[in-house]
């Protein structure tokens, strides 16, 4: 579904990714995991839009996307739920739900969306005309990953969506993440909870440095000597 060839991204006069290759499979959910500053958020950011390679190609669904603008991309059926949520703070809950919306084609459908991401967290529905800025970090986080769900995407990347939550608001976000390959959304996940990243995913990347060093089948990974002793502490 998603193939990521040989990139490579530059800011100013750091190059955070160096010939980076990841593959997504259709009803994959694929974790990448890695230190802070790795080039995680780089990589994700590449594949939306915000970023243009300087080489390798991006191709999604058998197009290539790499320089189309993030607006492009979200309309092909990426969506992307960035680090640290990025919400609209003075807008309710609904308004930021329909502005993940904007798409023609998700607008249309806006209403049927909505009803289903409040039942996957009933939370929202609660806080529908609250302003985002008063919520709890967890809730925001809820909002955050319901307005990425918005634009009905076919594949979902996810920066982090468990940082600084709760064990019981992750254990929340978690479980809707799992399921959404069922609902026909394929997941590209960074995490820095990586026994659990590791636990629900497929297959693995590990990128170090703006390179990727370690990939395979999740649950190898997760017996990996060295993935346990650099990202488990164990
Ligand atoms: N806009 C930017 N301008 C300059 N340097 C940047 C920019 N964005 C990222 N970098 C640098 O690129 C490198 C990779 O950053 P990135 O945010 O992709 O890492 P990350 O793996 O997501 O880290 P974290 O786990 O802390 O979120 C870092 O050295 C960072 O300082
Ligand atoms: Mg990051």
Redesign the pocket.
Known sequence: MLTVRKISTI??K?Q?LWDVSIEVNEGEIVALI??????????L?TISGTYIPVSGTVEFQCQRIEGKTAAYIVEKGISHVP?GGRLFSDMTVRENLEMGAYSRHAWKQRMETIERICKMFPRLKERENQVASTLSGGEKQMLAIGRGLMSRPKLCIF??PSYGLSPKAVMEIFHVIRSLPKQGITVLL?E?NVSQALEMANRAYV?EN?RITLQGNACDLLMNDYVRKAYLGL
């Open positions: 800011h100013g750091i955070a890695g230190a802070n500053g790795a080039g995680k958020t780089t990589l950011d680090q920066d982090e960074v820095q990128l703006g």
